[in-house]
């Protein structure tokens, strides 16, 4: 089996990184041998400007689009990092709430990997995938509560990741919310995230025969 494990956080000690290290932990205790591809995204973000205007121009129009060269410059990154997606059995990622949303670095990669007639296509009912399904673990870590009887803000989170993904075929989105942060001491946290992951043991055990 082979893992890609992405990182959002700036932060080494952030929860959300700890979160995604356990689900990956969890992943080696079924798959011991399986193989794991690093994407930090908070260490290494997607080069600044994200998306450069050659690969915004061949993005513009079906003329352009149909003249993309997989191997040329303008979508030379999104190449790579769609194949990574491609590569693997099972996606983790770890990524903080900010704002209500998702940080910028993660956009950035989304906005890569999301192309039409590279990823998804367009058709008159509306975005349909073209990368085969794939479990993908999404660890939150957010300050405040935003799910749930007690949530007292906002989440565009979540079901701005089930659409960005879901267009490009990833329906198999499982998401694990650390909330309240901000108002625990490192035993709660620890104490959160071994429930977090048994909650998900059977959706791993379901993922046990990929290869």
């Known amino acids: 089996?082979?893992?890609?494990?992405?990182?959002?956080?700036?932060?080494?000690?952030?929860?959300?990184r700890q979160l995604s290290a356990s689900i990956v932990e969890k992943l080696l205790t079924i798959h011991p041998d399986a193989n794991i591809s690093?994407?930090?995204?908070?260490?290494?973000?997607?080069?600044i400007p994200h998306t450069a205007s050659d690969y915004a121009a061949a993005l513009a129009t079906p003329?352009?689009?149909?003249?993309?060269d997989p191997c040329g410059d303008a979508v030379r990154l999104s190449e790579h990092l769609i194949r990574e997606i491609e590569a693997c059995d099972v996606i983790v990622i770890g990524t903080p709430m900010n704002n209500f949303t998702i940080p910028s670095v993660l956009k950035a990669w989304?906005?890569?990997?999301?192309?039409?007639?590279?990823?998804?296509?367009?058709?008159?009912a509306g975005k349909v995938g073209m990368l085969r399904d794939r479990p993908v673990f999404v660890g939150i870590a957010a300050g405040a509560v935003f799910a749930g009887d007690r949530?007292?803000?906002?989440?565009?989170?979540?079901?701005?990741?089930?659409?960005?993904?879901g267009c490009i075929?990833?329906?198999?989105?499982?998401?694990?919310p650390l909330q309240a942060t901000a108002f625990?001491?490192?035993?709660?946290?620890?104490?959160?995230?071994?429930?977090?992951i048994s909650m998900i043991e059977p959706v791993m055990l379901s993922i046990s025969d990929l290869a």
């Open 63 to 68: 003329v352009t689009l149909a003249a993309i």
């Open 184 to 196: 625990l001491d490192n035993t709660q946290a620890a104490e959160k995230r071994q429930l977090l």
């Open 110 to 124: 989304i906005d890569q990997i999301l192309r039409v007639d590279r990823t998804m296509r367009s058709t008159p």
């Open 1 to 16: 089996m082979n893992i890609l494990h992405i990182d959002c956080s700036p932060r080494a000690d952030s929860h959300s």
């Open 38 to 47: 690093r994407r930090d995204l908070g260490y290494e973000p997607i080069p």
């Open 151 to 165: 949530a007292n803000q906002p989440d565009f989170l979540t079901p701005y990741l089930s659409a960005a993904f």
């Open 169 to 176: 075929g990833l329906n198999s989105v499982y998401y694990l």
